[in-house]
T-cell receptor, first 111, second 114 residues
């Protein structure tokens, strides 16, 4: 059974820092991996999707990498801003349409 | 832009009431999903649907049913609401089964059962 873990559970950094969020999964037979952002009390916003055949994806200050063989993905946020404060979730998709979610990393960026 | 809407942002119901949560997507997506999100447990899949009138149980279907009469609309039904169904409910949709397809989420419905 696929399990997804995110470390750390919470992170507090000063504005301007580059930071890395980690996601690990137990079954490497994934279809893709998706990173989401969730603001308090809101729905999920898709940030990046990496297909199983890809190594990384970039969008603006965000870069996500995927190492399927080791069961790991990282989300790199460059030059963090207070507006980046949110919970970040990763989710993996197997050969069905189901997404298996991690429990998230709660990020706070202070001025 | 894909838009997934949910009928209510906040809902308060009494124990034993029948509750309907509605989800509508406007991009002709094939597949739709209902999740619930609880602190410490993350998002868990309740039901999903590949097509009109088709439904599949997710990981926690007990106490819930669903209806998909039209492609754009997927309803979650709590036949007799209980306090342990107090949660954030999130609907999502995806165009199809290709590896490049993202799941798109609605804004969520915060349901409180008293």
């Amino acid at each position: 059974k696929q399990e997804v873990t995110q470390i750390p559970a919470a992170l507090s950094v000063p504005e301007g820092e580059n930071l890395v969020l980690n996601c690990s999964f137990t079954d490497s037979a994934i279809y893709n991996l998706q990173w989401f952002r969730q603001d308090p009390g809101k729905g999920l916003t898709s940030l990046l999707l990496i297909q199983s055949s890809q190594r990384e994806q970039t969008s603006g200050r965000l870069n996500a990498s995927l190492d399927k063989s080791s069961g790991r993905s990282t989300l790199y946020i460059a030059a963090s801003q207070p507006g980046d404060s949110a919970t970040y979730l990763c989710a993996v998709r197997g050969n069905t349409d189901k997404l298996i979610f991690g429990t998230g990393t709660r990020l706070q960026v202070f001025p | 832009d894909v838009k997934v809407t949910q009928s209510s942002r906040y809902l308060v119901k009494r124990t034993g009431e029948k509750v309907f949560l509605e989800c509508v997507q406007d991009m002709d997506h094939e597949n739709m999903f209902w999740y619930r999100q609880d602190p410490g447990l993350g998002l868990r899949l309740i039901y999903f649907s590949y097509d009109v009138k088709m439904k599949e149980k997710g990981d926690i279907p007990e106490g819930y049913s669903v209806s998909r009469e039209k492609k754009e609309r997927f309803s979650l039904i709590l036949e007799s609401a209980s306090t342990n169904q107090t949660s954030m409910y999130l609907c999502a949709s995806i165009p199809g089964q290709g590896p490049s397809y993202e799941q798109y989420f609605g804004p969520g419905t915060r349901l409180t059962v008293t």
